[in-house]
């Protein structure tokens, strides 16, 4: 592992406010900086730096951590490649030591080499199988030997051993085998491949790495599409298909598409900055990779019911991005790759640059859904793209559609515009009730949810006490020593704070700070979020020593007696016994 002073030392010259910047847009507010998180779509800043602790946490989705943190889970990474880039950054000398999951990684990026050459290497044997696969990537797909390379096309041959002997020939594993997700292993113990008689698709991050596969039938045989399951390399929230193509182009103007075969149609044609999601619907996290590499995105589903309901959906995640977003409308053709055989390249550049923004979008779906010929139609149709206006539509854009609402219904525009002030005014009202129920839901005890078996809802004073000795000891190291003179680690009743608690003290005996970065190899994934959050909510208080007794007082009152009695010397179990003895004494004597 990398040397805990070397890692200390990356973090102090990477201020997590310097960093976080990079990514988001961030507003100070005195001892703190806010913004929109960039792990969850939100129209509400709930994202929240603080310099003092260098930590984040967002009070949306619970989000936490330090500057190490939060370049693993905006850019994808392991510890040790997120220390090494934090440490190019401040122009330090990379870290020699790499751990194990770095060369697991190193090694499943390998395998998918060596598999993207074994399937090209298959398309193009000489075999009946190996030609139909030929034919359908250039006779029914069209397309060019230049773009078969471009794209690394290939067929996996329907054997279901054929990668895994070429796998093994070349020095890999079964378990490295199976941590690729290329091979299963099934009922009886034997590995077999996923992927038969398809042609494949590399899927290939932005760093130009092969991190995993999508293999299609040549048929319309079920499942038509088989895609790697998530791995160690490969995250599909994170991933987009061809955006390593597309990031090279001198457009800024990205197509975004439904599928694999629909984005290398585009390249074929001409259209050079098509991308897709990567087996799953488009995410925030794809919303914000995408606003580090272009300034547009045109929304090309296809134009079913399916693919309507992804463009509204997608709508929804760039509406806080600040990537310009518009829908392409594809008439006569359920997609663009229909289009552009039965119209032209041309015809289809023409479409892209009629196309629509969300507004418009949104109004016109609206329009369809009424009869405008009947007063029960127009007056609903009013009605709801009023609704549609009053969601972040500026005020001149209010006015323009408030005129072609106006002319499409017969109704005057003052009428519309009186209409639409008073649904701002009713939609701000919302707005701020919203904000304070969200608010009222933030404070400490709030978040703490107690384990059944600890005693429920009555154990909630002594979790939250819990908590609050944590994050004294975070905020205060002096007060280590003496919380740890009165209390375990077990006492506290939430396991993540269990655990905090001794990784501090841990890191106390070693000499080591104590903060995030020390603590964060120390713990589970998931105690670091629940520590930035203790932070967050005690970011303007010091515990006094009589706040840690009276912590420490609650956590006493909720252990039972008997409990307290395995952790006391003999002449303190006495005493201890005596004291349980007159209190039961005491409750048996009651006067009738």
């Not at 709508?315 to 055989?341: H, M, Q, Y």
């Not at 549609?388 to 323009?400: F, R, Y």
């Amino acid at each position: 592992m990398i040397p805990q002073e070397y890692v200390q030392e990356v973090v102090r010259r990477n201020d997590i406010t310097d960093v976080v910047q990079q990514y988001v847009q961030l507003r100070h507010r005195g001892r703190t900086c806010t913004g929109l998180c960039p792990f969850h779509t939100e129209k509400t800043p709930s994202f929240v730096v603080y310099p003092e602790t260098q930590s984040f946490y967002c009070f949306g989705c619970g989000a936490g951590g330090d500057v190490i943190t939060f370049v693993r889970k905006i850019s994808n990474l392991g510890y040790v490649e997120a220390v090494k880039q934090l440490a190019s950054r401040a122009g330090m000398p990379l870290p020699e030591e790499e751990d194990q999951e770095t060369r697991r990684r190193s090694r499943l990026l390998e395998i998918n080499r060596c598999a993207a050459r074994y399937f090209f290497e298959q398309l193009n044997a000489p075999t009946p199988e190996a030609n139909a696969a030929r034919g359908y990537w250039k006779q029914k797909r069209g397309l060019s030997d230049a773009a078969i390379r471009r794209f690394g096309l290939g067929y996996a041959p329907d054997s279901f051993s054929g990668l895994i002997h070429y796998l093994k020939r070349r020095g890999f594993t079964e378990p490295e085998l199976e941590d690729s997700g290329l091979v299963k292993r099934s009922a009886k113990g034997n590995l077999y491949d996923i992927f038969r008689h398809r042609v494949m698709v590399p899927i290939i991050d932005v760093r130009g790495n092969i991190i995993a596969f999508g293999g299609r039938v040549l048929d319309d045989s079920k499942p038509k599409y088989i895609n790697s399951p998530e791995t160690l390399v490969y995250k599909k929230s994170r991933t987009l298909f061809a955006l390593n193509v597309a990031k090279k182009s001198s457009s800024k103007r990205y197509i975004l598409c439904e599928g694999y075969m629909d984005v290398i149609s585009m390249h074929e044609a001409g259209f050079d900055t098509a991308f897709c999601a990567c087996g799953t619907a488009l995410t925030a996290e794809h919303v914000k990779l995408l606003s580090e590499y272009d300034n547009e995105v045109v929304l090309s589903y296809d134009s079913d019911e399916a693919g309507q309901k992804a463009t509204e959906r997608s709508l929804g995640l760039f509406s806080n991005s600040p990537v310009r977003v518009t829908v392409l409308s594809i008439p006569g053709a359920k997609d663009p790759d229909e289009f552009i055989k039965k119209y032209g390249r041309d015809r289809f550049d023409a479409l892209l640059n009629g196309t629509s923004n969300p507004t418009e979008f949104a109004l016109a779906k609206c329009r369809r859904q009424f009869d405008l010929k009947s007063d029960d139609g127009r007056l609903e149709y009013i009605r709801r793209a009023l609704d549609i206006l009053t969601d972040g539509v500026s005020p001149t854009a209010q006015d323009v559609y408030a005129g072609r609402i106006a002319e499409e219904t017969g109704v005057s525009k003052t009428a519309i515009l009186n209409q639409l002030n008073t649904a701002m005014r009713t939609a701000g009202r919302k707005a701020r009730r919203r904000e304070q129920r969200a608010l009222a839901g933030q404070g400490i005890a709030a978040s703490i949810r107690v384990p059944y078996d600890k005693g429920g809802d009555t154990a909630l004073g002594a979790a939250s006490a819990g908590r609050q000795l944590v994050a004294a000891m975070l905020k205060n190291p002096d007060t280590i020593p003496y919380i740890r003179q009165h209390i375990q680690a077990e006492d506290l009743i939430l396991p993540e704070m269990q655990e905090a608690c001794r990784a501090i003290w841990q890191c106390a005996d070693n000499g080591t700070p104590v903060n995030l970065t020390s603590i964060g190899p120390l713990v589970s994934e998931g105690v670091v979020p629940q520590l930035s959050m203790v932070l967050a909510q005690n970011i303007d208080l010091t515990p006094s020593r009589r706040d840690i007794d009276m912590y420490l007082e609650r956590i006493r009152q909720a252990t039972p007696k008997s409990a307290q009695a395995g952790k006391t010397s003999d002449d303190e179990f006495r005493q201890l016994f005596d004291s349980i003895v007159k209190e039961k004494t005491a409750g048996e004597e009651k006067p009738e």
